[in-house]
């Protein structure tokens, strides 16, 4: 599956921004969507994630109360609705799938780049 993120770009501090990924198509193996960010000089980590099924969600406790992950079945995509930004958050903002029984996100989309300044 090839994942296609966009919604990127450079706000203020407390500004906002909605990231999307969209899935070229879905499996019944598709079990989970996750939103990574990598700034400059520090390691890549996890920011949310969310299933297919079921909507599950999860958030990294520096998002917590500020982002908002989401999906969208009918249209293959996910979202991170992200609010109250700081810069802290700028990064590049990647989203990847992983599929049923697999603990690690086999599929990358190519990222985008969210910069915030203060």
């Known amino acids: 599956v090839q994942l296609q993120a966009s919604g990127g770009g450079l706000v203020q501090a407390g500004g906002s921004l909605r990231l999307s990924c969209k899935a070229s198509?879905?499996?019944?193996?598709?079990?989970?969507v996750g939103w990574f960010r990598q700034a400059p000089g520090k390691e890549r980590e996890s920011v949310a994630s969310i299933t297919w099924t079921g909507g599950r969600t999860d958030y990294e406790d520096s998002v917590k109360g500020r982002f908002t992950i989401s999906r969208d079945n009918a249209k293959n995509t996910v979202y991170l609705q992200m609010n109250s930004l700081k810069p802290e958050d700028t990064a590049v903002y990647y989203c990847a799938s992983r599929d049923i029984g697999h603990s690690d996100f086999g599929s990358w989309g190519q990222g985008t780049q969210v910069t915030v300044s203060s």
């Open positions: 198509r879905r499996t019944f193996d598709m079990f989970e």
